[in-house]
């Protein structure tokens, strides 16, 4: 079996390899770049091909590679300039501040 070959996964493991990489496209990958990371994904979700024909036994999926997608966490912040982010971090560490001492 050549490095590569798609053969040994199941019609459900391809479509699910589908989606995620038009996710990826729609933000913005190239389209290798999107199928590589869809596969690795549904590898990493699966364990690779669930086909029979290897020793064994099942295993669950793993859905948390999946629930991943979209948290593209920090862009907000980052848009911000250095000292407003400055200013709103010393607010949080009086706020921070005052409340463990009022509850102590």
Do not use: F
Request: net charge positive.
């Amino acid at each position: 079996m050549p490095r590569g070959d798609k053969s040994k996964y199941t019609d459900k493991q391809k479509r699910q390899a589908e989606h995620i990489e038009e996710g990826y496209e729609d933000r913005g990958l190239t389209e290798k770049e999107s199928e590589r990371r869809a596969w690795a994904t549904v590898n990493k979700m699966t364990g690779g091909g669930k086909k029979p024909g290897g020793s064994g036994r099942g295993k669950k999926t793993n859905l948390a590679p999946a629930k991943k997608g979209g948290r593209l966490g920090g862009q907000a912040a980052a848009a911000r300039p250095k000292k407003d982010r400055v200013a709103s971090a010393k607010k949080a560490a009086r706020t921070r501040a005052h409340k463990k001492t009022a509850h102590a």
